[in-house]
């Protein structure tokens, strides 16, 4: 280190005339200015020309929480869009959880630009399900994004691998309600009750006795993609509530579902924003597995699945049949394209001229 610099804290020590220990409190709670401007880090360097100055009359600042981080997909000054890790709590549900969606991203925030910013919660995805979640960094950005969600306008696409196979694709249009006031399990709604909610759902692979399968939602009910699913008689693997994990073939130790595209309008700009992310590792390790497992070796068209670079542009619309399975070549053996003959016809015997010869 050159001679001539010195760690802020201790240039601070010197300010104040008091301890180390206090001096760099000061520093971390932003009463320390360098060259007119706060710092926050003790262990910056200073040269004998910044002017440090103290200030306890500035608003303290809130130490940023010692969490681990987030992957953002993208970040302006108005939004963050995150890709949530399955397992992780949206906000606090009770006192002691102090590692969230939200206390993660205001870290991060606060990484990134120095200052704490509150971080609002638009929409929810249940803990076990992992994918793209926006967050709103004002209230006028939240009520925007919560408009867009209330006019169902926003595109979502969920992964999920099922029991079964889907026969091709179908839309779920059954209301979902709570069967009991503050009942935490969400079910169908008999009759005229409960909320609208629409689910279009797509085969994307079959995988044995299972299934991989798009869902994209036309309304944004609490579970709605699972139990929608559940309805048709292919829950989603490892759900407990709506399904029967104890007789699932494999498992990820969760429930296999994954929010893969998000789509909305800027709030501030008014751009439409799209985006695609592809499922966790664990996810996509389960569907190699099953691929393994029960020897798949076909997929359906138009639609890149989870082990590749991620899904095309536009998927299929409706189902395609699956084309017959065929028995491998033996080790060692020339591949040939199904149709063609595998024994080479026997020569023709060459006609001999007739006549004398010369």
């Given at each position: 280190?050159?001679?001539?610099l010195?760690?802020?804290?201790?240039?601070?020590?010197?300010?104040l005339?008091?301890s180390?220990?206090?001096?760099?409190?000061?520093?971390l709670?932003?009463?320390?200015?360098?060259?007119?401007?706060?710092a926050?880090?003790p262990?910056?360097?200073?040269s004998?020309?910044?002017?440090v100055?103290h200030?306890s009359g500035l608003?303290?600042?809130?130490?940023?929480?010692?969490?681990?981080?987030?992957e953002?997909?993208h970040?302006?000054?108005?939004?963050?869009?995150?890709?949530?890790?399955?397992g992780?709590?949206?906000?606090?549900?009770?006192?002691?959880?102090?590692?969230?969606v939200?206390s993660?991203?205001?870290?991060e925030?606060?990484?990134?630009?120095?200052?704490?910013?509150?971080?609002?919660?638009?929409?929810r995805?249940?803990?076990d399900t992992?994918?793209?979640?926006?967050?709103?960094?004002?209230?006028?950005?939240?009520?925007?994004?919560?408009r867009?969600?209330?006019a169902?306008?926003?595109?979502?696409?969920?992964?999920?691998?099922?029991?079964?196979?889907?026969?091709g694709e179908?839309?779920?249009?059954?209301?979902?309600?709570?069967?009991?006031?503050?009942?935490?399990?969400?079910?169908?709604?008999?009759?005229?009750?409960?909320?609208?909610a629409?689910?279009?759902?797509?085969?994307?692979?079959?995988?044995?006795?299972?299934?991989?399968?798009?869902?994209?939602?036309g309304?944004?009910?609490?579970?709605?993609?699972?139990?929608?699913?559940?309805?048709?008689g292919?829950?989603?693997?490892?759900?407990?509530?709506?399904?029967?994990p104890?007789?699932?073939?494999?498992s990820?130790?969760?429930v296999?579902l994954?929010?893969?595209?998000l789509?909305?309008?800027h709030?501030?700009?008014?751009?439409?924003?799209?985006?695609?992310?592809?499922?966790?590792?664990?996810?996509r390790n389960?569907?190699?597995?099953?691929?393994?497992?029960?020897?798949?070796?076909?997929e359906?068209p138009?639609?890149?699945?989870?082990?590749?670079?991620?899904p095309?542009?536009?998927?299929a619309?409706?189902?395609?049949?699956r084309?017959?399975?065929?028995?491998?070549?033996?080790?060692?053996?020339p591949?040939?394209?199904?149709?063609?003959?595998?024994?080479?016809?026997p020569?023709?015997?060459?006609?001999?001229?007739?006549?004398?010869?010369?």
């Amino acid at each position: 280190m050159n001679a001539t610099l010195q760690r802020l804290a201790r240039v601070a020590q010197t300010v104040l005339g008091t301890s180390y220990a206090k001096a760099k409190r000061e520093v971390l709670v932003g009463h320390v200015l360098v060259n007119g401007a706060v710092a926050t880090d003790p262990g910056a360097l200073v040269s004998p020309a910044d002017v440090v100055t103290h200030d306890s009359g500035l608003p303290r600042r809130a130490r940023a929480p010692k969490v681990p981080p987030i992957e953002v997909i993208h970040a302006d000054s108005e939004i963050l869009v995150v890709n949530k890790p399955a397992g992780l709590l949206i906000h606090p549900t009770a006192e002691g959880d102090e590692d969230t969606v939200v206390s993660r991203a205001g870290a991060e925030i606060e990484r990134r630009t120095g200052r704490h910013r509150r971080v609002l919660v638009v929409h929810r995805l249940d803990r076990d399900t992992s994918g793209l979640l926006v967050l709103a960094l004002s209230h006028d950005a939240a009520e925007s994004l919560q408009r867009q969600f209330r006019a169902h306008s926003v595109d979502r696409k969920y992964l999920a691998i099922v029991r079964g196979q889907l026969p091709g694709e179908c839309l779920v249009d059954r209301a979902i309600g709570r069967p009991r006031p503050g009942a935490r399990r969400a079910a169908l709604a008999p009759g005229g009750g409960g909320r609208a909610a629409r689910t279009v759902l797509r085969p994307v692979e079959r995988l044995g006795p299972l299934s991989l399968v798009e869902a994209e939602l036309g309304t944004g009910r609490t579970h709605q993609v699972r139990v929608h699913l559940s309805y048709l008689g292919h829950p989603v693997l490892g759900d407990k509530v709506y399904g029967e994990p104890s007789s699932d073939p494999l498992s990820i130790g969760r429930v296999a579902l994954h929010a893969e595209t998000l789509g909305f309008v800027h709030p501030r700009t008014g751009e439409r924003l799209l985006f695609r992310q592809l499922p966790p590792e664990d996810f996509r390790n389960l569907v190699t597995r099953l691929r393994r497992r029960f020897r798949v070796t076909s997929e359906k068209p138009g639609r890149t699945t989870p082990t590749g670079q991620g899904p095309g542009e536009n998927a299929a619309a409706t189902s395609q049949p699956r084309p017959r399975s065929r028995r491998p070549p033996s080790a060692g053996a020339p591949a040939t394209k199904v149709g063609t003959r595998t024994r080479p016809k026997p020569a023709r015997p060459r006609r001999r001229a007739s006549g004398p010869r010369r």
